[in-house]
């Protein structure tokens, strides 16, 4: 099944300004079409209301730095990055589930290429506190990346301190899928965020 996400919500239940599973459905409302679990504790109870959910929601559910979670659960896929489990045994495992795989660079983008991705996050294009990136990437760093990966006919969702006043110097660079985690899990009206995003793609 090809990666066909464009607004990717990072789901982090904790980081929600208002109750979790209401901001998730207001996401959901709002236009999100890929979610990804990003839950360092390993809140099984939590993992599952989010996976019934989206299920319920027809969305796919992606697992982040957990493949063997991703597997077990038969969700859309798994998410790994640069220092997580490699690659090649990543693709081994998630048989008929997408991976995904965080890069940084267009060397990085070739290799995702090779290893099996079906589609690579990069950034951080803004800086971020959500990950801890104090500067982003410049105009010609993004540029680069989505010319290599247009290249390979790998989806690139572009990670990093996206929001709704930020995003259009990315379309510009040819950016159509962005993920995004504060910018609506942090609004005061989660329905509203996204879909002021899902219109700018």
């Given amino acids: 099944m090809p990666f066909s996400g464009h607004l990717y919500l990072l789901f982090t239940p904790a980081l929600c300004r208002l109750d979790p599973w209401h901001t998730l459905n207001e996401a959901l409302d709002g236009g999100v079409d890929v979610v990804q679990w990003r839950h360092k ?3 099984r109870v939590a993992f599952q209301r ?12 992606v697992v982040n730095d957990d493949v063997m979670l991703a597997v ?12 997580d489990l490699p ?3 990543a693709r081994k495992l998630l048989v008929g589930q997408w991976l995904g795989i965080s890069t940084h660079d267009p060397a990085q983008i070739a290799e995702a290429a090779v290893q099996g991705a079906d ?14 990136y104090a500067t982003g990437m410049t105009e010609a760093q993004v540029e680069a990346a ?15 301190g996206i929001t709704a006043q930020n995003l259009l110097p990315l379309r510009r660079l ?13 609004a005061e009206a989660p329905r509203a965020a996204a879909a002021a995003l899902r219109r700018l793609l």
């Fill in 41 to 43: 504790t390993g809140d």
């Fill in 50 to 61: 989010c996976r019934e959910l989206c299920r319920d929601r027809g969305i796919p559910l």
């Fill in 72 to 83: 077990r659960s038969q969700v859309a896929g798994g998410h790994i990055g640069q220092d």
């Fill in 87 to 89: 690659a090649p045994a």
């Fill in 119 to 132: 589609y690579i996050g990069f950034g951080p294009c803004y800086p971020t506190a959500t990950k801890g």
């Fill in 146 to 160: 989505v010319e290599a990966a247009a290249a390979r006919s790998l989806p690139l969702v572009a990670i990093g």
């Fill in 174 to 186: 040819g950016v159509d899928r962005i993920a995004v985690s504060s910018a609506i899990l942090q």
